[in-house]
Structure formats: structure tokens, C-alpha cells
């Protein structure tokens, strides 16, 4: 089974408006986290919100916020305001022990 | 304070030959994982180092080997490159008393192999 399961390859999304990316994780073990990152053309990975498994207030970075649903096991982030320079892939990870597992990304495209 | 760095950041090889990619952790980060990450996929985790020992593997064959130095930095090493085996591979850091172990990613070494 897929530890991680991002179901939408593309969204699209009108500059100013919010977007939701979904993401669910599969894992028995009680601690665990998650994280998003964006990852823009250039390659580099960059760190956006972490969520821990024992957390009970969903986290919020500045225009990011993840969405916690845990009977759900569901972790979909939130982008509030888009703008242009969010075009990027957005990948969910779970961090179960010391390793972290990646979904298959989510390319979003902001559109003027 | 230097982040992540990579060398190097491009590479050509041919099928049968070694290469070995390098990384630098983020200072004050005592953790080092490696990832492969092909064309239109998320990363996949190689292994991870910690002490200078491969702490956890990933379902990557034997050919995939690496290397940490006491000055935390490290190395991934592959033998016998398979076409297969072009992807962009990404190090990242962490530390480990650090519960959230937050990765820091590095640009990513892109592996062409012809």
C-alpha cells in the first residue's frame, strides 16, 4: 500500500483565490509527521508546514495551513491567496521513524 | 550559514560506469539522507546516515552504497549504472534529537546515464 496517496497530478487555480491539495497517509504507528514542500522548477526542495501526529491544532505557516484530519488520515494543504510564484509541484511526506516518504506530487499552476 | 550543497549539480555517465555524488548537511545538522527522485515523481528514499552508519535503507539494490565522514558530510556511491538509474538525487539534513526532524534539501545532483 501507498504510504502516501496525492490523487490530483494537476490543479489550476485564479491569482488571489485559495486552493485546497489533497493528501492522505497510510501508517500503524501512533508518532508520526507530516510535511509539505514545494518544489519549484529549479529543483530544490523547499520546507512549507509540519503537522505532528499528536498535534491538535491544525498548523499554519503565513498563507499556508494544513488541513488535519486524522480518523480521516487525511493532511491536505491549504494555500490561501495564491500568487504567481506559487506555480511549483507540491509534494506531502510522512515522516514514520526516521524515514520519510513522499507522494507523487501535485503541479500547480497560478494563473494571472 | 551555508544550507544544503551538492556536488555536483549535473553528471553523464555511461551504463556500467560508477559514480559518486557528494553532500555537504547544513551546519549544526548531524543527519544525512539520500533520495532519487525520477522524472515526474516524488523523491524515494535511498538511506540515511547517522554517525557515520547507514542507519535505515530503502528498497534500492546493493549498488546504491554511501558514505559519512565525521564532518557529517557524506557520500553516495553507484555501481554498475543502469539507464534506470538517471534521476535528479537529492541529500538532505536533519538533526536527530530534533523530534519534528525537518529535512533541509539540497538543489539535487541531475544524473544522466546513456
Known amino acids: 500500500a501507498q504510504k502516501i496517496t496525492q490523487t490530483q497530478p494537476g490543479m489550476f487555480v485564479q491569482e488571489k483565490e485559495a486552493v485546497t491539495l489533497d493528501c492522505t497517509y497510510d501508517?500503524?504507528?501512533?508518532?508520526?509527521?507530516l510535511f509539505w514542500y514545494k518544489q519549484p522548477s529549479s529543483g530544490e526542495m523547499i520546507f512549507l508546514i509540519y503537522?505532528?501526529?499528536?498535534?491538535?491544532q491544525n498548523a499554519t505557516e503565513g498563507r499556508y495551513s494544513l488541513n488535519f484530519q486524522k480518523a480521516r488520515k487525511s493532511a491536505n494543504l491549504v494555500i490561501s491567496a495564491s500568487q504567481l510564484g506559487d506555480s511549483a509541484m507540491y509534494f506531502c511526506?510522512?515522516?514514520?521513524?526516521?524515514?520519510?516518504?513522499f507522494g507523487s506530487g501535485t503541479k500547480l499552476n497560478v494563473k494571472p | 550559514d551555508a544550507g544544503v550543497t551538492q556536488s555536483p549539480t549535473h553528471l553523464i555517465k555511461t551504463r556500467g560506469q560508477q559514480v559518486t555524488l557528494r553532500c555537504s548537511p547544513k551546519?549544526?545538522?548531524?543527519?544525512v539522507s539520500w533520495y532519487q527522485q525520477a522524472l515526474g515523481q516524488g523523491p524515494q528514499f535511498i538511506f540515511q546516515?547517522?554517525?557515520?552508519?547507514?542507519?535505515q535503507r530503502g528498497n534500492f539494490p546493493d549498488r546504491f552504497s554511501g558514505h559519512q565522514f565525521p564532518n557529517y558530510s557524506s557520500e553516495l556511491n553507484v555501481n554498475a549504472l543502469l539507464l534506470g538509474d538517471s534521476a535528479l538525487y537529492l541529500c538532505?539534513?536533519?538533526?536527530?534529537?530534533?523530534?519534528?526532524?525537518?529535512?533541509?534539501f539540497g538543489s539535487g545532483t541531475q544524473l544522466s546515464v546513456l
Open positions: 538532505a539534513s536533519s538533526t536527530t534529537d530534533n523530534l519534528n526532524e525537518k529535512l533541509f
Open positions: 501508517t500503524s504507528d501512533p508518532s508520526y509527521g
Open positions: 503537522q505532528g501526529s499528536y498535534d491538535q
Open positions: 511526506a510522512m515522516r514514520e521513524g526516521h524515514k520519510f516518504y
Open positions: 551546519s549544526g545538522h548531524d543527519t
Open positions: 546516515y547517522y554517525e557515520e552508519e547507514e542507519r
